[in-house]
């Protein structure tokens, strides 16, 4: 079992749409967890932190936390052509061997 | 603006040629990174400067090395680059506290090897 999984996608929306992209892990004592988007040839650009079980919102964006599932999840409302990305989810490992773990993505498109 | 400052954009370097790979912040954090992305999957990374403290990561080859002369500055040295070490090289700095990671990523460098 991988310590972060996503769904490789790629998810596909209509333009404004909600997407939905969720992430797993395995590491139940973690307490941090990130969203990066990455465009194709660019570097990861972090757009959500989340360290609390509930909801966070930025935006268009909202992050859900569950850690009694182990389940982080990101929602984009009215999603945009310019949403068209990998979004990678990071966990940061607990304990003495801390350090951040990523999935390997969930490609979004939105289709004009 | 301060940000993460990678150079060069793109590099393309022989077989065997050593190759050096530049990053620079004006962020002042104190933890600098240098992961390796190769296409569709997860960056790993290689190490990282906690202050002047370096780790590095189990797996890492010896042939990837790094400095970190000063607080602004980083590199990676490639000493003999080889067909499987193309990839994207990815900078990026962290202002560390217990709770946090969160990480600030240069343009990142696409590596070529001929």
């Known amino acids: 079992q991988k310590e972060v999984e996503q769904n490789s996608g790629p998810l596909s929306v209509p333009e404004g749409a909600i997407a939905s992209l969720n992430c797993t892990y395995s590491d139940r004592g973690s307490q941090s967890f990130f969203w990066y988007r990455q465009y194709s040839g660019k570097s990861p650009e972090l757009i959500m932190s989340i360290y609390s079980n509930g909801d966070k919102e930025d935006g268009r964006f909202t992050a859900q936390l569950n850690k009694a599932s182990q389940y982080v999840s990101l929602l984009i409302r009215d999603s945009q052509p310019s949403d068209s990305a990998t979004y990678l989810c990071?966990?940061?490992?607990?304990?003495?061997?801390?350090?951040?773990?990523w999935g390997l993505g969930t490609s979004l498109a939105v289709n004009p | 603006d301060a940000m993460v400052i990678q150079n060069p954009r793109y590099q393309v370097t022989q077989f065997g040629k050593p190759v050096t790979l530049s990053c620079s912040q004006t962020?002042?954090?104190?933890?600098m990174y240098w992961y390796q992305q190769k296409s569709s999957q997860a960056p790993k990374l290689l190490f990282h400067?906690?202050?002047?403290?370096?780790?590095n990561e189990a797996d890492t080859p010896d042939n990837f090395q790094s400095r970190r002369p000063n607080t602004s500055f980083c590199f990676l040295d490639i000493r003999s680059p080889g067909l499987g070490d193309a990839a994207m090289y990815l900078c990026?700095?962290?202002?560390?506290?217990?709770?946090?990671?969160?990480?600030?990523f240069g343009s990142g460098t696409q590596l070529s090897v001929l």
């Open positions: 962020l002042n954090h104190n933890v």
């Open positions: 990071a966990v940061m490992r607990a304990g003495n061997n801390r350090k951040l773990i």
């Open positions: 990026a700095t962290s202002n560390q506290d217990r709770r946090n990671e969160k990480l600030f």
């Open positions: 400067y906690y202050d002047k403290d370096f780790n």
